[in-house]
């Protein structure tokens, strides 16, 4: 027994030998292997570090020389700034040679001599109130695209204040002659009595207003309801007024007069570019000398904005250059904004501190009925609700018509009465119809516009329903306001996608997808046009289509009609995106631009994970519809341009660098490395108008933040 377990325990012992021998020699192989690896990637480090440090040596090398030639190419937008200074002198004195009787906005001395002669003139006939104040709110206009437009070296800080205090005088001047206007049809209230109830109705319109006026003539209360049918408005009286000398007022105008000026005379938001090179401004020497076809153009009218933009909001509040001052308490005092040569974007590479004082501002704002003007704006226009004192009417005695006259003017009908303060009143139910050419992509917003206050509010206002199919909105008031219907400003942000492609010599398509619906921007020479906007596979907003302006205007046509695919200064509390830094942003615009003649761009799903401090986005010189394979991917920082291996459909984001590719310092030489020699020619030949333009709709959509 003895010699079995001894026979057995050799056999084990062997068995472990041998097993710990091979797994030994397993080891020793497997570090054999693994050294040999560790070697060759070390190798391979040493190689691609190699390659990294003679492609850094090159970019360093060839960076002053590519700089240098780059700004050759960038004289194109200080010969775009000249040409529209130019074409401003040059429309200046246009205006004063054709001496047609319209005032220069710009010139105090004629507006006020303008306002005091229609101030003076008693005529109040509404046709001609109407004519007149289309010619008002043509006046805003220029003087709003000037604020909007002017680079800050060429306005002065008086000018800009004088031009926004003479828009608030012309928006009083008009709504006083609204008033006047409507006195004077009530006045002959019975000449417009409806057969039916005997009571006034009269609904006036032209392009910018419409007056929807009823006089309770019968004072009877079954006929406390009315809609005027050509407008699609209505309301229904509590019972008191039913039997009372009212009239009710539904003035809707197609732009907003009411809302702060800062909120309707914002451009697009500063961009702070740090340790950059900035351009510098052109002086007469330096500046290209405009092609023959773009002095032609000069000569070519601006298309001025279908509506006026511009608001009434007291005159504390009208910040320099229509700056946004972060609140949506209207009587703050907005501080005027220090003028600057950097080109605009957002306010995160700011002054941390001022940047925390911006916050603590917005903390501030504790009252849950006042609207956040930041992140609502009012869409459609302005409705001003009033019941006013029905004025004494005008009685036949023979051939004569005999009217009493009042000096108080228009007077307002109090509702709740000042004697029944304290106690509930019946609500005042209105009924608005909406206007066609405004998209509403959700339920709207019913505000009440605060006077004391110089707030929009939400409180005094209930049960609202809206109804998509008639486009109309029901909902009580507590007394009578103005209101309007806001809209969520950040809707279609961020973008589903974007892309910028050329359609021809100086010619691009811009498009972008937003959750609602796709627009595309035609941009041609010096101007650029809304090609369609596609909601559910159905073309919307046809009217504004096919209207050749400039890109101030396009802005504020398309926010005017609930289409807003510009992003704000302070967007970026309000919208989830990766926050860009300004250097990267500003540089890719403007080198997008300027290769936008030859070369197409658009979205990347990388973009979001490169981080703030560069640019993801795809580049083909010939893209093909619904194709990947002409499109690479590029890297930017400002600085410095790369190619990336990976394409959209990789797994993971890697900066990895393209094989045979090298670094450079702009994107123009990071594009020309493989471009044909058509498409270089193309860029360099571009038109710097075109140029120019295309720089503005990118500045403005922010499609490298916000998609």
Known sequence: KSGGKEKVSNTKQLRLQ?????????EEEEARVQAQQEAARLEKERIEQERMEKLQAKYQEQRESELAELHSLEQKFLSAQQWKTDYRAYAKWEHYLNCDGSPDPTLLQELNTFMSLWREDQNEDIQLV???????????????????DTPPSEITEK??????????????????????????????????????????????????VTFCIWANLKKKVRFRNHVFCDAGHGFQLPKALAVSSIAVRILHTRYDHVSPLWLQCQGVPKLEVPDSEELTQPSKDNVEEPKEEEKQARQEPSVPAEEEMCSDGSKTAVPSKGKSNGIADGNETTE????SETLDIPPEVQDPQLREETNEEAEMMT??????????????????????????????????????????????????????EGTTQPPIKITLRLPDNVMHFEDPVIARWDPTGQQWRTDGISNMTYDTQEKSVTFEMAAFYTV????????????????????GTDEALLVVTTVFATVQIQIKGNQCMLSSVVMEEKDVLSHLSGKWTNPVNLRALLRNAGVNIFPGEHSHKYVSVTKKAALAEVRAYQQMALMASAFAFSWSKWNQEAGQEQVVFKVSEHPEADSDKDWSLYMFNGQKAQKLKITETSEAFSEELEEDSEFHSTL???????A?????????????????????????TRVLTYS
């Open 668 to 674: 123009y030489h990071m594009l020309k490395d493989s």
């Open 130 to 148: 109407l004519e007149k104040g289309e010619q008002v709110l043509n006046l805003m206009e220029k003087l709003q695209f000037l604020l909007l």
């Open 159 to 208: 000018e800009t204040v004088q031009y926004q205090e003479s828009i608030l005088d012309l928006q009083n001047l008009l709504h006083q002659k609204y008033n006047g206007a409507t006195q004077h049809l009530l006045k002959t209230a019975n000449t417009y009595e409806d057969s039916e109830t005997g009571n006034m109705q009269a609904v006036i319109k032209d392009k910018n």
């Open 484 to 503: 309007a219907l806001l809209q969520d400003t950040h809707l279609n942000l961020p973008y589903r996608a974007w892309e910028l492609q050329p359609t």
């Open 18 to 26: 041998k097993e710990e021998e091979e797994r030994r020699l397993k």
């Open 367 to 420: 009252d849950e009925g006042v609207v956040d003007l930041q992140r609502f704006v009012p869409v459609g226009g302005v409705y001003h609700i009033d019941a006013l004192q029905l004025p004494p009417q005008v009685r036949q005695v023979k051939d004569w018509s005999m009217v009493e006259l009042l000096n108080g003017g228009l007077e307002v009908y109090p509702y709740p009465p000042e004697e029944a």
């Open 676 to 700: 044909s020699k058509e498409a270089i020619n193309k860029v360099e030949t571009a038109s710097f108008l075109f140029i120019d333009v295309v720089y503005q709709l990118l500045l403005a």
């Open 336 to 339: 005027e904004t220090e003028k």
